[in-house]
């Protein structure tokens, strides 16, 4: 390893993504008066803007000067009160966190469990909200994206499941890493408080987080949830709708935030997600043609966000990943908790193209070599059949 | 008004202050994995470089990707339990709002009333500590610079006169817009907790900001507090050790402070205090000049981060605010609360010098005349004595 690396790094774990030139440009403006009048259009824009990203004309966007930990806080802490139960589902690592923030917050979590291989599963939520005959179930929370597994739950279905039983408990999702990459439509898919962040499919900088608020939710908070100050729903709604806060905001993440809006319309959605599912079945191919397994194993469910890749009994995913940056620049994610060392991860999300999704592949693959980790050849090939193909084909022949 | 403003924009607001180019060049670099190996050195670099600036070595500094209305939540929550006494002084705006938190989290605030006009009296809250025989009273609230009044309490005095009582309350300091401006000390003065922004004296955007934590209070929190997660102190130190976080923190925005700290040292920080001692020294005697009256009446306590001034009876503060932005491009501060349309602030704080002073100063003198506010001529000329002259005995001259 020289101390200089030439070139560009590669930075494919599943967010912080890379942040797009445009971006970092946008957000090294000089910071303005977030009181004075040349504020109003750029907390407007972000405000309105987001409303498009969530998919929503109904619900509301909060803004935070804050990562997505606090998105997740703000939104059980506006809804809920202390001792209420919440039913959480077992995605993965980031499912697990939001659980245990629920703990701490004095709710009552109820966790079903899961094999992470796979998304939410809306017969189990279904079957445990029918059971709750004197509705104690105060919300579902379900994670959209799961990116410690590269798994994405069907948001659509868990509502459906919800409805079915009558229960009136709120739909919570957690997109932090799926908006923007992975279809999302709050509207439509009935969710009454979605969670979000900047570093992701935003390919925004870490530092500023979001919820959107449904009518249901924000009428659940006006009246109750716990004690807060700081993420306070209430407080925003008012400066808000002019295009203020009510404290500092992140003036020049705001910014950036505005030039990712635009970045995404110019691409379209629709494009963006594509994109993204095209290049996570192009990496699930090389997985596949290296005779490795992808972790996900719901077929349908699979994130065009990441892929967690399964390592061979006996290998370390850790020593893999470091020999690949080691050699090639290439930050790879690591497994978390259960699947420590036992997995790595590949993202694909945000400011990526197909040139850069075959850099990541081929140092992978160099790099499986190198580390000694024993697989077929022929990955990178299978990734570029995807890519020069019929993409929808080759989705259908998984 | 043209369209276009020719020119670079005034921003002499109390915070945010300009960034300085070299900072908005640190933050627009590309964002690197923040649980990566290379991460390390920023995190460290970040944490140590802040103790130097609190002046601290047996304090902890957190960052939290958060504005400091965040950090003063985080400061009350560690420590505090719900129903806690805490004394506070009313200096101004700020420490209102930071009264009216600890209300609506649950704690049972105690006010000193203040006319706005000076900083905090040790002597008050000596004798209240003294009535408080069973020391109820869980901490002392002070702001050390009063971003709405330009006023600065004495806070070794404040310490002194909790010494004095042989009281228990912790000292917790609001310095949001005095560090990095105003001689502070957190380990000499024995201060609790400090909290701080990234926007004023640090020259950063906002998006960040600090608890500096002493070891009684450190101990207080992992015994106590109130129940939190985001907020929560205990969970940074470990992670913190080695350079990192528990969660995502704002990585562009630590880039640009451990540009700052090198700055402040590049300048050394006792320059920088006695730069904006001075800036503070001349825009007073271009007020007085001008005859009008500068709202903090204690001398010794005016701040060097900002000027509050009077308008005579009459006159409208905003009128004349939007007649300097309009006219010459110049943000100054507005009227809080209490005192809102009646003082206009100026900000001299941050990256700032003798020339942008002048420049401030103008606008405004010429500003006073455009809105037709009765004064005196003179102002500007005033100003330029004390920056020609010999500082120190102008100060004496008050």
Not at 134 to 143: P, Q, R, S, Y
Not at 215 to 243: C, F, H, I, L
Request: glycine share 10%; charged share 20%.
């Amino acid at each position: 390893m020289t101390s200089r690396h030439a070139g560009r790094h590669f930075l494919q774990i599943p967010g912080p993504s890379a942040v797009p030139d445009r971006i970092l440009r946008a957000i090294s403006a000089q910071t303005i008066d977030h009181r004075g009048p040349d504020f109003a259009a750029v907390g407007k824009t972000a405000l309105d803007g987001m409303k498009t990203i969530f998919k929503t004309e109904a619900g509301q966007v909060i803004i935070f000067p804050a990562s997505g930990t606090g998105a997740w806080e703000a939104a059980l802490i506006n809804t809920m009160q202390e001792g209420d139960r919440v039913l959480m589902y077992e995605t993965g690592h980031f499912s697990m966190l939001w659980m245990k923030m629920a703990k701490r917050l004095g709710l009552n979590p109820e966790f079903i469990e899961g094999d992470w291989r796979g998304g939410a599963d809306p017969e189990a939520i279904a079957k445990r909200l029918r059971e709750d005959k004197n509705h104690e179930i105060k919300a579902v929370c379900v994670v959209h994206n799961e990116t410690s597994t590269g798994s994405v739950s069907p948001i659509a279905d868990v509502r459906s499941a919800i409805d079915e039983t009558d229960h009136p408990a709120l739909l919570m999702v957690d997109s932090i890493s799926g908006l923007a990459s992975v279809d999302f439509r709050f509207d439509e898919w009935g969710v009454d408080v979605c969670v979000s962040g900047s570093q992701k499919g935003l390919m925004l900088p870490p530092g500023i987080s979001f919820n959107c608020v449904g009518p249901r939710a924000m009428e659940v908070s006006s009246k109750g949830g716990m004690r807060r100050s700081y993420w306070d729903w209430q407080d925003m709604t008012g400066p808000n709708e002019t295009g203020y806060f009510p404290y500092t905001p992140a003036t020049n993440m705001l910014y950036g935030l505005n030039e990712t809006v635009e970045m995404l319309h110019e691409e379209g959605l629709d494009n963006v997600f594509a994109r993204h599912a095209r290049h996570g079945a192009a990496t699930r191919a090389a997985v596949r043609a290296w005779g490795l397994e992808v972790l996900c194993a719901q077929q349908g469910q699979e994130s065009g966000v990441l892929t967690a890749v399964l390592m061979p009994e006996g290998h370390s995913a850790d020593a893999f990943r470091a020999t690949v940056l080691k050699n090639f620049d290439i930050s790879l994610g690591n497994g978390l908790s259960k699947v420590a060392d036992r997995v790595f991860r590949i993202g694909h999300l945000g400011d990526f193209n197909d040139a850069m999704l075959m850099g990541t592949l081929s140092g992978i693959e160099m790099g499986l070599e190198k580390a000694g980790v024993p697989h077929e050849k022929g990955g990178t090939a299978a990734a570029m059949e995807v890519l020069k193909g019929d993409y929808t084909h080759s989705l259908a022949a998984e």
